[in-house]
């Protein structure tokens, strides 16, 4: 059955940001807002809360302390958010409105890693700061919550020291802070499929840490787009499930791969991203690899619409019971 994991405290709605920025900050609270319009006990049922943001102790574990005291600085964060005002705002002003957010959405990628693991599947309507390196903060991520939730797993002992971890980024950004947190852990097998010619197309040393990369053409179609990924993707979870036991899948699924996106350059319909994210959970749950999906980025003002598409799907294929945990 799938979990899904929401609070409203990840919407970001202070200081007109969601006004001046690509990201539509409040696109989680209208995500849920739209599951439930369409299915509205089944959303209830699948809810898991989150009981608190993470800590910044807890963030020193996959971020370097001296990056982490240099969010207090607001014009670090006005860098990593590209929005210059910031500058110009305090530092607890920042912290409140933009970080603690962000910290409450990590906190449920873990509390979504943990479901998955008990049910199957699991939804966490934000996350996927795949941007965000060990020593600091690009493309709108801060805190990445993916190595987050990986190491929160293992040291709690619910992943094996040696069991494997299968990454899928289908946004449309390469997933380059990922690359970075797990460079020398070859435990984590990572697939990418991304357009090559936008942000990060800089940072090489990524790429070249990505087990199976998929270049896409510029404008790429939903017909061209499934193409690759049937060609591709089957045959790496093959490979890395035939070799050892995978613990978890952790599916990062953009929704800016989406025509109306300005930013991701790709040209799917909302009928092609429902059928990806359809696609790549079945591939998963056909092999029994427990999955965590994750919402990472989607800059038009349809975003929440295709994340509620999946989520309603999702919940009708795989509903939790009434009485069911
Ligand atoms: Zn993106």
Not at 12 to 28: N, Q, W
Not at 88 to 97: D, I, K, N, T, Y
Request: contains cysteine; aromatic residues 8%.
């Amino acid at each position: 059955m799938m979990k899904l994991i929401y609070t409203r405290r990840y919407n970001i709605g202070f200081l007109g940001l969601e006004r001046l920025h690509p990201f539509d900050s409040r696109k989680y609270g209208r995500a849920w807002r739209a599951i439930g319009s369409v299915g509205r006990l089944l959303r209830d049922r699948a809810l898991v809360g989150v009981p608190r943001p993470v800590s910044v102790a807890e963030l020193s574990v996959t971020h370097d302390p001296s990056y982490l005291a240099r969010l207090g600085d607001p014009r670090e964060l006005a860098w990593v958010l590209e929005l210059p005002f910031l500058r110009r705002l305090p530092a607890w002003a920042v912290w409140r409105a933009v970080l603690r957010p962000m910290r409450w959405a990590v906190a449920g990628s873990l509390v979504a890693a943990r479901e998955a693991l008990t049910h199957g599947l699991a939804l966490n309507l934000s996350g996927g700061y795949h941007h965000a390196r060990p020593n600091g903060g690009e493309g709108f991520c801060v805190f990445n919550d993916i190595a987050h939730l990986v190491h929160g797993l293992r040291t709690a002992g619910r992943l094996a020291p040696d069991d494997r971890v299968v990454y899928v980024d289908l946004d449309a950004h390469q997933g380059n802070g990922v690359c970075h947190h797990f460079r020398s852990d070859p435990r984590v097998f990572l697939y990418d499929a991304f357009n090559p010619h936008i942000y990060p197309a800089h940072d090489q040393e990524a790429r070249r840490r990505i087990d199976c990369a998929v270049p896409l053409p510029d404008h790429c179609t939903g017909g061209e787009y499934m193409r690759l990924l049937n060609l591709t993707l089957p045959g790496f979870l093959d490979s890395v499930c035939r070799s050892g036991r995978v613990g978890l899948a952790v599916y990062n699924a953009g929704t800016d791969v989406f025509a109306g996106d300005t930013l991701g350059g790709l040209n799917l319909t909302a009928a092609d991203v429902l059928a990806r994210d359809l696609y790549v959970i079945e591939q998963l749950r056909g092999r029994v690899v427990p999955t965590v999906m994750l919402l990472s980025g989607g800059y038009s003002r349809e975003s929440y619409r295709l994340v509620a598409n999946t989520a309603v799907e999702l919940l009708r294929r795989y509903p939790t019971g009434r009485g069911a945990g």
